[in-house]
């Protein structure tokens, strides 16, 4: 049975109850998602963190459901899916910090703090260009904030594309290293040019997000501009360099403005429920029982609502993503 080093560090003692077939090499997914939710807790991370780990295990869930029906009906010989399902798990992981390595981007948890005067970009080209809009008097201090947001997000994604590259790097050591030379020439260039296709999916994005960032940062925002989310911006940004119609492109563009209203009311729950967090730990000292289990009610409510919102929210996100690379594919043929 081959190894799965995804649980090294955390998993050593989970245990093995599929067959090689099921789940990943017999580690099957509720077993999984618990072990990472219990690695989760001992790292503390806050409210908003867990709620969005359940989202990810969600989505690895649903993904991991949809590649079981393919492989049942043969559609998996090559094992691509599998691989991107192990990369997107090791992906989440890391994302966590339950790789084993430490994350300063995890040690202030608390959503609420996120604040632009304690955090940094790790990216010289993005605090250069940070500090002139900052003191180049073009914005207003809403403005700014919006601004930072969009660098967060920026830095959210390079982050995540290492994050991948790593992975699929590793990924590919380890393929080269059980292959059979004698059946390399058996190794599709379209599998491999499938393989990295996500890898420039997101350099793509990295690229164009930077350049918006820079033309905003040098001439201040447009007042005609339609959206404001950041990944929303990304998602239109990504959908005019697409192959699609006037018609399609018209209709995306709703779809947008409704995922961007959804994003909307999801960080309006993960303030809510950060916020909720830190009262049910003030009202835990107090000794006041009746008080403590109100306090209790209306976290539990707020965490599952964040987690519903937070699921909808990735899914959609990786339903408009999935449509817009068939369409930048098809401007590759």
Do not use: C
Request: net charge negative; aromatic share 6%; hydrophobic share 30%.
């Amino acid at each position: 049975m081959p190894s799965f080093p995804l649980f090294q560090h955390h998993a050593s003692g989970l245990g093995l109850r599929g067959a090689d077939e099921e789940g990943f090499y017999g580690f099957l997914l509720p077993d999984i998602q618990q072990e990472l939710k219990q690695a989760a807790r001992k790292l503390h991370l806050s409210a908003v963190k867990l709620a969005e780990l359940h989202s990810d295990l969600k989505i690895q869930e649903k993904d991991e459901l949809s590649w079981k029906k393919l492989k049942a009906e043969g559609l998996d010989e090559d094992g691509e899916k599998e691989a991107k399902l192990r990369r997107n798990l090791n992906v989440i992981m890391t994302k966590y910090g339950m790789n084993g390595k430490k994350d300063s981007q995890l040690l202030d948890t608390n959503y609420i703090k996120d604040g632009t005067e304690s955090d940094t970009l790790d990216d010289p080209r993005l605090e250069k260009l940070w500090s002139k809009a900052k003191t180049s008097g073009k914005f207003s201090d809403e403005e700014l904030d919006k601004l930072w947001r969009e660098f967060k997000h920026h830095k959210e994604k390079i982050r995540e594309y290492n994050i991948l590259l790593e992975t699929v790097s590793r990924t590919e050591d380890i393929h080269k290293n059980v292959i059979n030379p004698s059946e390399e020439n058996l190794v599709k260039e379209e599998i491999l040019h499938n393989k990295h296709r996500e890898l420039k999916d997101k350099l793509r994005s990295i690229n164009q997000g930077f350049e918006r960032l820079r033309k905003v940062s040098h001439q201040g925002y447009d007042t005609t501009s339609e959206f404001e989310e950041p990944r929303v911006i990304d998602l239109w940004d990504m959908a005019k360099s697409a192959n699609f119609t006037e018609k399609e492109l018209e209709s995306f563009r709703e779809e947008l403005k409704h995922f961007e209203a959804k994003i909307e009311k999801h960080h309006h729950y993960q303030k809510q429920l950060e916020i909720s967090h830190q009262k049910l730990k003030h009202v835990e000292g107090t000794g006041d029982k009746d008080h403590l289990n109100r306090n209790r009610e209306k976290y539990a409510m707020l965490e599952e609502k964040t987690k519903e919102l937070g699921y909808k929210v990735k899914k959609h996100l990786q339903d408009l993503s999935s449509r817009i690379s068939q369409g930048l594919q098809h401007n590759e043929l």
